[in-house]
């Protein structure tokens, strides 16, 4: 099982980054998809989440209405485009995979994760 995400960076506020997570090893379609946070000195923080199908999403109020989540089931990936960026955006992001819907901040309630991605927002 791999997941390996790409896109990190740094950006100014109010910028847009995407963030891609490719899945290897296991049924991806099967599977919801999330993104997860770490803010520096803080603990994880669950981002967003897509279903198998990729008809029906959920995102942390913080985040509603700038971010989107979606997925390509036939290249096994799942995407996040992260609009109106802040500051306290700044996070590595993870993406990771459950068998079930969760909104967890514990690694365990998840089945797979990705090695993390940086995400600076910065002047």
């Known amino acids: 099982v791999q997941l390996v995400e790409s896109g990190g960076g740094l950006v100014q506020p109010g910028g847009s980054l995407t963030l891609s997570c490719a899945a290897s090893g296991f049924a991806f379609s099967s599977y919801y998809m999330n993104w997860v946070r770490q803010a520096p000195g803080k603990g994880l923080e669950w981002v967003s989440t897509i279903n198998s199908a990729g008809d029906s999403t959920a995102y942390v109020v913080s985040v509603k209405g700038r971010f989107t989540i979606s997925r390509d089931n036939a290249k096994n990936t799942v995407y996040l485009q992260m609009n109106s960026l802040k500051p306290e955006d700044t996070a590595v992001y993870y993406c990771?995979?459950?068998?079930?819907?969760?909104?967890?901040?514990?690694?365990?309630?998840?089945?797979?994760w990705g090695q993390g991605t940086q995400v600076t927002v910065s002047s």
């Open positions: 990771a995979a459950a068998s079930r819907y969760t909104t967890s901040r514990k690694r365990d309630d998840y089945n797979a």
